[in-house]
């Protein structure tokens, strides 16, 4: 629930092949890593194979089954020193086997708290990771962006149950898709960051900025995979409608309400959601194999305007910390009716340990979501028994035996201090894609909903460009 991931959870991942490495956008900023996070790879079916580099943003394939139990205990260990450093070990230890640049993590139970960085937050002049430094936080955007729709619900100016055709026009089928379904993950719409035009678009340039009219122009070209509330599959196109929900309701852009109805009132005074690649400083710079030639480069100023309202937030771990609290309680943002809407959540895997709701999931009673977009990742969670929040940040999206670089760091820390709730998540199934070489360029076209979005035209393959698959993956 990843990559809000990549352009992937996800919030919100797909394995890649070694040879040639693919590029994953996962859900745009978005998606779950892992359960979600699987922002390029969600749902029961597997997306269509295209040529050219397939931009994967989606949360790990999950497929309804029973519903989440809950937790077996909600109990936690004490923070003692030797718990300290056994979480410090561990912390080490991932990151060697992983291969993680820089690390920021921040656990805090009302008996005490666990703050800790580890690594480097720039490769090329070795500076320090620090707790205070700005990140790209991937899909925890769309718990901001649903948090928007829930306080317009409280407003009495909008209805989870509303088809999103009465505030969105043009959208396919869009009179039988309700609110719920987008936030839920269950609409059936198709994923933009899936398109073969999008991603050849976003590879060719990753600094170009993209509209939201734009995105969904690249989701409205595809029939829809299911009918609506039929099963889950994330999908970063559910969180752009949302966000264009929030601005005709809201009556102002989707950053202004945001910093308005959810930040400010919440305390986040170090969170925003950019409209263009600037990144205050300081920041830690983000290391991403998400690229056409396969190789590992800096994407810290790669334009995250593609995840807009699924992915593209900025925030730091005090912030983070804050937010995971007010996540899954609902306070001080929401009426306790309308968090207890948001908080139903049906199965999307095996397990009855896991399920999603309206724009968070939980996982063996961990409520919160994570986030993945190139070169950056992020885990935000709440355990409500313990009244324990963990936060973790990292500054590279680059999978390891096709699972998240997140997942492995949040199951290292849960393992330790909440051994009866150990964080899980699954690993998404392969999507591939073959390997022709981008040859679209784009034009702009009509889009659905009134503006200009592209669509490519084939034309011969430019000088130099390089002729290996890239997949970008998103949660």
């Known amino acids: 629930m990843t990559d809000t991931r990549r352009p992937r959870p996800a919030v919100p991942r797909c394995p890649r092949p070694a040879v040639p490495r693919s590029v994953r956008v996962a859900s745009a900023a978005l998606a779950l890593t892992g359960l979600l996070a699987v922002s390029g790879c969600s749902g029961d079916a597997k997306p269509a194979r295209q040529a050219g580099p397939a931009v994967t943003a989606e949360p790990a394939a999950l497929s309804p089954t029973a519903k989440p139990t809950g937790s077996p205990s909600g109990a936690v260990v004490a923070l003692t020193p030797d718990v300290e450093a056994r979480l410090d070990s561990a912390i080490k230890q991932v990151m060697s086997e992983v291969d993680i640049p820089g690390v920021i993590v921040g656990y ?24 205070d430094l700005y990140m790209r936080i991937g899909s925890v955007t769309k718990t901001f962006t649903t948090t928007a729709v829930l306080r317009l619900v409280d407003q009495g ?19 039988g898709i309700t609110l719920r379904q987008l936030g839920e ?75 308005q109805q959810v930040f400010t009132p919440a305390g986040l005074s170090r969170t925003s959601l ?81 399920g999603y709701g309206f724009g968070i999931f939980t996982t063996h009673g961990w409520m919160g979501h994570n986030g993945s977009l190139p070169g950056y990742e992020s885990v935000v969670l709440y355990l409500p028994q313990a009244k324990a929040s963990l936060a973790i940040l990292l500054n590279t999206d680059i999978t390891h035996d096709e699972s998240e670089p997140s997942t492995f760091l949040a199951r290292a820390i849960t393992r330790i201090v909440s051994p009866d709730n150990v964080y899980t998540l699954p690993t998404p199934p392969g999507t591939g894609s073959p390997t022709a070489s981008p040859t679209a360029s784009p034009s702009p076209t009509a889009s659905p909903t009134g ?18 698959t890239a997949t970008l993956h998103v949660s």
């Open 108 to 131: 805090t139970t009302p008996d005490g708290s666990y703050q800790r960085t580890f690594g480097v937050a720039d490769r090329s002049t070795g500076t320090a990771m620090s707790p």
């Open 157 to 175: 100016k909008l209805h989870l149950d509303d088809p999103v055709s009465k505030y969105v026009p043009n959208v396919p089928g869009g009179d």
């Open 185 to 259: 993950m269950r609409s059936g719409l198709f994923n933009y960051t899936l398109d073969d035009d999008f991603q050849q678009a976003f590879f060719k340039d990753p600094s170009r900025p993209f509209t939201p009219d734009q995105l969904l122009g690249y989701a409205f070209k595809h029939p829809a995979n299911f009918a609506p509330g039929a099963r889950f599959e994330y999908s970063n196109t559910n969180l752009i409608l949302l966000g264009l929900v929030v601005e005709k309701v809201g009556g102002r852009p989707l950053q202004d309400f945001l910093k």
């Open 274 to 354: 950019p409209t263009d690649a600037a990144f205050p400083d300081p920041h830690a710079h983000g290391y991403t194999d998400q690229t056409l030639s396969g190789k590992v480069e800096d994407s810290t100023t790669w334009n995250p305007s593609w995840g807009w309202a699924a992915g593209a937030a900025i925030s730091n771990l005090a912030d983070l910390q804050t937010w995971s609290k007010a996540l899954a309680t609902g306070e001080p943002l929401l009426k306790p009716a309308t968090q207890a809407e948001r908080l139903k959540f049906k199965s999307v895997g095996d397990s009855p340990d896991l």
């Open 451 to 468: 503006s200009a979005s592209p669509k490519a035209s084939p034309t011969a393959t430019a000088p130099g460009t390089p002729t290996g």
